[in-house]
């Protein structure tokens, strides 16, 4: 029984492909160069991962140690079309790694959203509570012996 590495058009399932130091599963390429001599034709993974600076993370590892024998117009065709299949699949793949950071995130500044929403409310509650002791009469004192009309109370004892 052939595998996928020793059918040059068969596509590697995507839990046999490795992963790079990114801890990403790679894609799988063809190099397209001249050089080195010797390696145009060759398969091999790439890591996917660009970060926010544009760096790429260099991890590669070579599928075959030769090029792959001629192949008719038809069957390049085909290869291609199985490339740009992996590509997609790839980018779907990083897609939907960013839709559930995306979630992630969105979810965390709901929370925050909220904790804050509730602390406004709290402040409003304390600085009402303010302005209402301040509102709030003076008790009178009745140490000059009037009460509140004015009038002089009477002491007995």
């Known amino acids: 029984m052939s595998t996928w590495r020793d059918d040059p058009n068969a596509i590697p399932p995507w839990n046999e492909r490795p992963k ?3 801890g ?4 799988l390429q063809v190099w397209t160069d001249p050089l080195p ?10 890591c996917p991962d660009i970060d926010d600076d544009f760096k790429a993370c260099t991890f590669m590892q ?4 030769r090029p792959l024998g001629r192949v008719s117009f038809k069957e390049e065709q085909e290869r291609r079309v199985r490339q740009q299949q ?12 960013r839709r559930a950071e995306l979630g992630q995130r ?19 509650r304390e600085a009402d509570e303010q302005k209402n002791r301040y509102k709030e009469p003076a008790q009178s004192s009745t140490t000059d012996g ?12």
């Not at 009037?146 to 004892?157: A, P």
């Open 20 to 22: 790079c130091h990114c």
């Open 24 to 27: 990403i599963r790679t894609w």
């Open 37 to 46: 001599q010797g390696k145009k034709g060759c398969r091999f993974f790439k």
């Open 62 to 65: 070579w599928i075959d140690t």
């Open 86 to 97: 992996i590509r997609l699949k790839g980018k779907e793949d990083e897609l939907k790694r």
């Open 106 to 124: 969105e979810a965390a500044l709901k929370i925050q959203e909220e904790q804050f929403q509730a602390r406004e409310a709290q402040f409003k």
């Open 146 to 157: 009037r009460n509140k009309k004015g009038k002089f109370l009477r002491f007995t004892q």
